[in-house]
């Protein structure tokens, strides 16, 4: 192949993972604030699945190539970037285009790979950490001494946000769908098997009927009333998907007033470059220093090679992996 080629993955039209397809593409060129990466590893996140299904299309202005984070060396670097040089091993969240062998980042979203991390692990890190940081500890504002309740706890952000939590002092339980699921995480936080316990009863009991400060959801609508019913006075509610629904049928209007409760939510993809810059230097202050000690790194389930993309995506689809599935490309 020539070195001006690539390879990378498109989704040939909306369906099932068999849709995914490789074509041969012109490497492509960083811009002025941009620096390119040679991929080794990206990570393999939900919204890839909601756009390969149509649920989630990248913008207009943005390349359908799917993957939203990527780890690997830097082969170039835009004119205006200082930060990052040429051979400087880093991982980034991207625009898209993260499913390929190479990929241009946005510098101001790109960390430095902490000594010690291999190219696997560190592809695990920017969607995961940067929609954590961004949703429990900047909008949701979480710190230590609160209690915290993460649905889809084995998830890529799911074990991301209780890794976090554990580190900073702050107490957890995580709904998860199997008792083999409670087992994998027993070392962060306190499982509830939502298929055969209620989870409001377990936490009620649990906290002396006290409830939680904070709850990170992902599966929208049938959590609602308990949702609202468990938080303490002056909890957030924070929404990153609603797997399980989009419209709830009714909301207690009364007891978010007398509770003074906040429910909030956001996409990362909608978010600017000026914001997710912030949330990349929260961070390399706050959470990169964890890295370098080994410490609230990310929980890999399962690795696929490049060629293996098809299977990836199934893994990801039938919803058994617990942490964060890896695609490596060298």
């Known amino acids: 192949m020539s070195q001006a080629q690539m390879q990378q993955v498109i989704i040939s039209e909306v369906g099932g993972p068999e849709k995914l397809a490789y074509e041969t593409v ?55 970037v200082t930060q990052f040089k040429v051979g400087d091993k880093v991982c980034g969240l991207t625009n898209g285009g993260g499913y390929a062998e190479y990929c241009v980042v946005p510098a101001s979203q790109t960390l430095v790979i902490p000594e010690g991390l291999s190219f696997t692990q560190a592809a695990a890190i920017p969607e995961t950490f940067f929609t954590v940081w961004a949703n429990v500890f900047q909008m949701g504002q979480a710190k230590a001494g609160e209690t915290v309740l993460v649905h889809g706890g084995s998830s890529g952000i799911g074990t991301t946000a209780l890794m976090l939590c554990k580190a900073l002092g702050i107490q957890t339980f995580a709904t998860v769908g199997s008792d083999d699921k409670i087992q994998a995480i027993a070392h962060l936080t306190t499982g509830i098997n939502y ?23 992902m599966v929208g609508a049938p959590y609602l009333e308990r949702n609202l019913n468990l938080l303490r006075r002056d909890g957030r509610l924070v929404y990153i998907a609603f797997l399980g629904g989009a419209k709830a049928k009714e909301v207690k209007l009364g007891q978010i007033m007398m509770k003074r409760l906040t429910i909030t939510g956001s996409t990362m993809r909608a978010r600017t470059t000026a914001e997710k810059a912030e949330i990349a230097q929260g961070l390399q202050q706050q ?13 890999i389930y399962k690795t696929f090679n490049f060629d293996q993309i098809v299977d990836a995506h199934i893994a990801m689809d039938t919803g058994e992996h617990i942490g964060k599935i890896v695609v490596n490309v060298l």
């Open 26 to 80: 012109t490497i492509p060129t960083a811009q002025a604030e941009e620096v390119l990466v040679k991929v080794h590893a990206f990570g393999i996140n939900r919204p890839d699945i909601l756009q390969r299904q149509g649920l989630y299309p990248m913008p207009k202005d943005v390349t359908p190539v799917p993957g939203l984070e990527v780890a690997g060396e830097i082969v170039a670097v835009g004119a205006e």
């Open 195 to 217: 298929k055969t316990q209620d989870f409001e009863q377990v936490i009620n009991e649990k906290t002396d009927n006290a409830g939680v400060d904070i709850i990170l959801d």
């Open 287 to 299: 959470v990169a220093p964890f890295w370098a000690k080994g410490e609230c790194l990310p929980m």
